[in-house]
């Protein structure tokens, strides 16, 4: 892009952000006044109590909900309306039933009417990055919950997004396939420079994987601290794990959200 | 396919006895009790003598069957195409959906028997008023599966499907309309025998050709045997139309066909 503004040099900005939306009774405010940056190629986790709107967040990142206040910017355009330059991955893998792995990943490509060759070659580049070679023409319910959700990873990477959003991609992972993942993850983050905003219950997830961890207290959501992680680029899993940096901010988080969810 | 004939044949076998055992048994008790004088033979009539004039009457039967399969397959094809067209509008405007659903409902509860003779009254005695009671019985249940269906869909995908800017067409034809079939073939299933039903009442209030007017004349003539042999003709055409669609849905839908596991078609010709 030739035109650069001076918000343009963040992937994604958050700014005074609210959202209150109307309940039965009452009107309730699940995000309010969050102000976020990230820079391009930078891999964020938002950690925070369960129900405290960090996957509204991503939303508003997306344009799949608008904020009542503030405004967020995403690759230096203001987000009005769902965004299609993102690539989104759910918890559950959302996967269309009747399509095989591969054709689930193409669906990205048809609904964009991408040119087939060309998405083709960059869907057997994302199985092969990916680990699901041999598994191409497997239909989703013969698939491992881990084994999904890889295919939900490449079908959000097929159009190469600058942005990647994932909310709680490995929440319904078991510990070993979960840590597997993040290894994977961490690799294809490395070798994409994709931007990516990560939503975990994880705290070791959310270290391991990021530059920086944002700490939301319960609802309403508010920033309560960001962590900068003082880790290495090259993460092998037990070394890192084995790091002080990585204690210190892991206790660091634990703290932070105990005192958050302790209150009354 | 590594399986041997013979084995394939073991497995129809396996799964086909128990039903075939007690449609035996139901016959050996039809038989038994009209062989022993149990029942006048005036009221029911023997399974021989029944399959006997099946066997005899063929020609006559077979002319009205096709008859009745022709207003049901004509009701069933309208009432699907209908059903789902009016579905896909009321999931798609709630504006559509608060407006029908009432009149949908009211023309549900009215008894089809009973509005049946006001069609013949409109469009006489040929086969358009029992299609259109055939169309009317079938209807109700392909539009509820279908509306079922298409909001069955996840959120999650509607949402992913929102951020790679597909736009509501092929929305609905990559990722909607597939995943609301499985509920959609539900309703047709329904439907289909419905819509049997539907034609036959059309054919007994007013009629010269068809399997209803076939039941109501030996009815008149006290021909018990052939009120039977009506009687199981018109299943056999339920079970028949059935079964097609059984089957077509297992060719469309494998995928959901393995998850759903033992339907009649897949009884009948997994190997």
């Known amino acids: 892009m030739s035109v650069t503004l001076g918000t343009a040099t963040s992937a994604v900005e958050i700014s005074d952000v609210s959202v209150r939306f109307q309940s039965k009774r009452a009107e309730v405010t699940a995000v309010e006044r969050v102000s976020l940056d990230v820079a391009p190629g930078e891999f964020v986790s938002i950690v925070g109590p369960s129900g405290c709107g960090k996957s509204t967040l991503l939303k508003l990142v997306s344009g799949l909900l608008k904020p009542s206040s503030g405004s967020v910017t995403l690759l230096g355009e203001p987000v009005r309306g769902p965004r299609h330059d993102i690539g989104f991955v759910f918890q559950r893998a959302a996967l269309l039933e009747w399509r095989s792995a591969r054709r689930n990943i193409l669906l990205q490509a048809e609904m964009r009417g991408m040119n087939a060759a060309e998405a083709g070659r960059r869907a057997d580049e994302l199985i092969e990055m990916t680990g699901l070679s041999g598994f191409e023409n497997a239909l989703p319910h013969e698939l491992s919950g881990g084994m999904q959700q890889r295919v939900a990873l490449c079908r959000a990477l097929l159009h190469q997004p600058r942005v990647l959003l994932m909310d709680e991609p490995f929440g319904a992972l078991d510990a070993l396939t979960r840590e597997q993942m993040n290894v994977e993850l961490h690799r294809v983050w490395r070798e994409t420079g994709t931007t990516v905003l990560l939503v975990t219950h994880s705290i070791a997830e959310s270290v391991y994987l990021a530059n920086r961890v944002i700490v939301l207290t319960r609802r309403p959501a508010v920033v309560h601290e960001v962590i900068d992680v003082d880790l290495p680029a090259e993460r092998d899993y037990s070394a890192t794990m084995a790091r002080p940096e990585f204690a210190s901010a892991t206790a660091r988080i634990r703290d932070l959200l105990g005192a958050v969810t302790g209150q009354d | ?271």
Not at chain 2, 2 to 8: C, I, L, Q, Y
Not at chain 2, 62 to 81: D, M, N, P, Q, R
Not at chain 2, 212 to 229: K, S
Request: with cysteine; glycine share 8%.
């Open chain 2, 1 to 271: 396919m590594s399986t041997v004939p013979a084995d394939r044949w073991r497995g129809v076998v396996e799964r086909t006895w128990r039903p075939a055992a007690l449609l035996a048994a139901c016959l050996a008790i039809w038989h038994l009790v009209t062989a022993t004088g149990m029942v006048e033979a005036y009221l029911v009539p023997s399974p021989a003598k029944t399959f006997g004039l099946l066997a005899d009457k063929w020609s006559y039967l077979w002319g009205h069957t096709w008859v009745t399969t022709y207003e049901t397959i004509l009701g069933f094809v309208i009432a699907g195409l209908l059903g789902v067209l009016v579905a896909v509008a009321m999931v798609y405007s709630r504006t559509i959906e608060s407006t029908a659903y009432p009149i949908l409902l009211f023309a549900q509860v009215i008894p089809k028997i009973a509005i049946a003779p006001l069609f013949v009254v409109w469009l006489g005695f040929g086969f358009e008023p029992k299609v259109v009671v055939a169309v009317l019985m079938a209807f109700f249940p392909v539009v509820i599966s279908t509306v079922t269906g298409l909001k069955s869909v996840d959120t999650e995908m509607l949402e992913l499907a929102a951020t790679m800017g597909g736009g509501p067409v092929k929305t609905f034809v990559k990722i909607r309309f597939p995943a609301a079939l499985p509920h959609l073939f539900a309703g047709l299933k329904v439907a289909v025998t419905l819509a049997v039903t539907g034609a036959v009442v059309g054919e007994f209030v007013g009629s010269n050709e068809g399997l209803g007017y076939v039941i109501l004349q030996a009815n008149g003539n006290m021909d018990t045997p052939m009120l039977f042999a009506g009687l199981i003709v018109i299943s056999v055409v339920g079970v028949v139309l059935f079964l097609l669609l059984d089957l077509a849905e297992k060719l469309m839908l494998p995928w959901h066909a393995s998850r759903r596991g033992a339907a009649v078609t897949t009884l009948l010709a997994k190997g």
